[in-house]
């Protein structure tokens, strides 16, 4: 009788650590599942969401492409204003800036409706996948693979996605000191093929 | 009796529990299945990435090696490849492959390679194939073989070369300055038959070099040789060579992959040295490298269809190493025809030749239309660079002819941005008053300038987005002008050094 209570507890043991294991190891490759798959966090852009946590308006300025330059200075962005909501959260109001910058308002340039969509800086069907900021004043700007196939060949139009983000970030921000662009979540060598961004810009 | 089976056997539980977690937390180790067996290859984890441990990828495959204290030589049936501590490169033969990573030396005949040199670098020295069954499972096959026969086809105006083979397993048509080679992989090519050119002066002969890949033609260009047109056809697998006479006595080509004509006079691959050097039995002369822009899959700047900034970039770009090449210097292409590259590829070959100046065709494209003109960039290091950067011949740039000391790859440039400045400067005047306009030289982080280690720019001539440009590019003479003009200021630049 003594013999079989020994076995019994023996095997609930047995069965207990197999069951340990099996949670561990499942728990262990869900975990690097996860990790792999893509990162669908809320933007918190929604009307209401914004409405909710909105203290009032904020004014900011835009830098977009300047239409004929090809020089990386001061002449390569224009400004243009726009209200977004004032909401005290700095990754709110940068999420808010890069989608104003996305809704571009190209203006006419005596150009047919197709060419004119082929030319917009971002294009229509490109999105903010995410912003965060991070504690050293990083903001890390994960945008759609559409933004990086809208851009259709030249340096210039690199540049142009790259500063006009990073200047409107930064001029409009101030927790934020250099921004860092994914595509699809990913780090990648280059943009769109010429312009590198494994660092940030600053 | 009963007290120590149970403690036996709760220790065994345990130390199972331990193993199963632990393994969950490590990098995969790597199977090969060679037939019936299994060969389990060893794998660890450094910065994120995957390697395998060079012992046991030997081991399996019988390969010998020879080790010093930062390279080691491996030896395979069809080749040998050399693989340097900490450095992502591996030479085979005179080509060298890029792993995304280094390759690791963690002891004395301990060496670990990234996961992508199974695919990458093995099968260059293998007689046998990798087939990837799963994620860490490779089966090892021995390769078939793919009977071919070489036949000629005489036409009015140019002359077919037909390579017959009982299964499809070309993979590259590459052009030489000597030959053109037509590169077989998948099957151990069998040459059944090799019938004589009937024109010498337009082929001098097909030689099968049995070393190279699974097998490898190389088609010579006779006097007459031109240019020639590639098609690939199916049942049965055909490769067709349409070689092209130069123009004169014969009808004028259609070119060899761009999507623009070339011009009468323009001739491929010239240079000063021989293509098929041993890198590391000859000393290389330093040449001008020409880098056109995109190619293959990657169209660059395609805003109208019709024109495509590859097509013209690989014409521009031949049409200025045909104006260096009557001025005496000796130049490289890093690409003939249309064929992608990645970045690192073409900063490579700039390094691999030892340029002297390298220059990186392209046309531009903006989203606006009114942006037009010539730009020429240079490299923009990010600032954390300027920090790191200890091995660079002066701080902030100099004319950089000391290639003695190493550099890490991204910082090449560094040590030469002020003879690429200085390029840069020059063309940029000169292009715009060819253009009429007022650009300025643009600094940005360019991918493909970073590593070369040579005065470089990258220069966009004229935007294919701005009608005006977009008419200008496509006028023959105007892009001999633009040729002639950069070639002319890469000539002056280097008097001037």
């Known amino acids: 009788m003594k013999e079989g209570k020994w076995i019994a507890v023996a095997l609930v043991l047995v069965v207990v650590a197999i069951g340990i294991s099996y949670y561990l190891f499942i728990s262990e490759r869900d975990r690097q599942l996860a990790i792999r798959e893509e990162v669908t966090e809320e933007l918190d852009l929604e009307p209401e969401v914004l409405e909710d946590k909105s203290t009032g308006e904020l004014k900011v300025k835009l830098y977009v492409y300047s239409p004929g330059a090809t020089d990386s200075g001061k002449k390569f962005l224009r400004t243009e204003e726009r209200t977004v909501y004032e909401t005290g959260d700095p990754i709110l109001t940068a999420r808010q800036i890069v989608r104003e910058l996305l809704a571009e308002r190209k203006d006419v340039e005596g150009l047919s409706g197709e060419q004119r969509v082929r030319l917009r800086t971002f294009p229509p069907q490109g999105h903010l996948r995410q912003l965060y900021l991070l504690d050293d004043g990083t903001a890390v700007v994960d945008l759609s693979q559409e933004i990086v196939q809208g851009i259709l060949g030249g340096v210039t139009w690199e540049l142009a996605v790259i500063e006009s983000i990073t200047r409107s970030l930064r001029e409009n921000v101030p927790q934020v000191k250099r921004v860092f662009f994914l595509v699809e979540g990913k780090q990648r060598r280059t943009l769109a093929g010429h312009v590198s961004i494994e660092e940030p810009f600053m | 009796m009963f007290r120590l089976r149970f403690e036996i056997l709760l220790n065994f539980w345990l130390t199972l529990l331990f193993v199963a977690w632990t393994s969950s937390l490590i990098a995969q180790d790597l199977t090969l299945r060679v037939g019936q067996e299994s060969h389990r290859v060893e794998s660890a984890t450094r910065d994120g990435k995957t390697y395998f441990r060079l012992r046991d990828i030997a081991a399996v495959f019988e390969l010998s090696t020879n080790e010093t204290s930062s390279q080691i030589d491996v030896f395979g049936p069809r080749g040998t490849l050399a693989l340097m501590d900490d450095r992502p490169l591996v030479r085979i033969g005179d080509q060298y492959i890029l792993l995304t990573g280094p390759v690791w030396r963690r002891g004395k005949g301990n060496w670990y390679v990234p996961a992508d040199f199974l695919e990458k670098v093995l099968p260059g020295i293998l007689n046998t194939r990798l087939t990837k069954e799963s994620d860490g499972t490779y089966r090892v096959q021995g390769v078939g073989r793919n009977r071919v026969r070489v036949e000629f086809l005489k036409y009015p105006d140019h002359l077919s070369v037909v390579f017959r083979s009982s299964r499809a397993g070309v993979t590259a048509v590459q052009e030489f300055r000597d030959y053109v080679e037509v590169r077989y992989g998948e099957y151990l090519v069998n040459p ?299 000539g002056k630049f280097l008097e001037s050094r």
């Open chain 2, 192 to 490: 059944d038959s090799i019938a004589d050119p009937p024109d010498r002066e337009l082929i001098t002969s097909v030689k099968f070099v049995p070393e190279e890949a699974f097998g490898t033609f190389r088609v010579g260009k006779g006097e007459k040789f031109y240019s020639f047109r590639e098609s690939r056809l199916s049942d049965p697998p055909r490769l067709v060579l349409d070689v092209f006479p130069r123009p004169g006595t014969e009808r004028s080509s259609p070119g060899s992959g761009a999507t623009v004509d070339l011009p009468a006079t323009s001739r491929p691959s010239t240079s000063r040295e021989p293509p098929d050097e041993d890198p590391g039995q000859q000393p290389r002369i330093p040449v001008i490298v020409i880098d056109p822009g995109h190619g293959g899959e990657d169209y660059g700047v395609d805003v109208y269809q019709d024109v495509l900034e590859k097509g013209l970039a690989l014409v521009l770009a031949r049409k200025i190493e045909q104006r260096l090449v009557a001025s005496g210097e000796g130049v490289r292409l890093t690409r003939f025809r249309d064929v992608d590259l990645a970045a690192e590829q073409r900063s490579a070959a700039g390094n691999f030749h030892r340029a002297k100046v390298f220059v990186s065709v392209h046309v531009g494209g903006a989203p606006s239309a009114q942006t037009s003109g010539a730009v020429v960039y240079v490299y923009d290091p990010p600032p954390a660079e300027f920090k790191v950067s200890r091995a660079a011949p002066g701080e902030g740039g100099g004319e950089g002819d000391d290639h003695a000391e190493l550099v890490r790859w991204n910082e090449g440039q560094i040590g030469y941005l002020n003879g690429s400045r200085r390029l840069a400067n020059l063309m940029q005047t000169e292009l715009n008053k060819l253009f009429g306009i007022q650009n300025s030289v643009v600094e940005a982080r360019l991918a493909v300038l970073a590593p070369v280690m040579a005065p470089a720019v990258l220069v966009e001539t004229g935007f294919l987005t701005n009608s005006e440009d977009l008419e200008l590019l496509g006028r023959d003479e105007f892009q001999e002008t633009l040729a002639y003009t950069i070639a002319r200021v890469i």
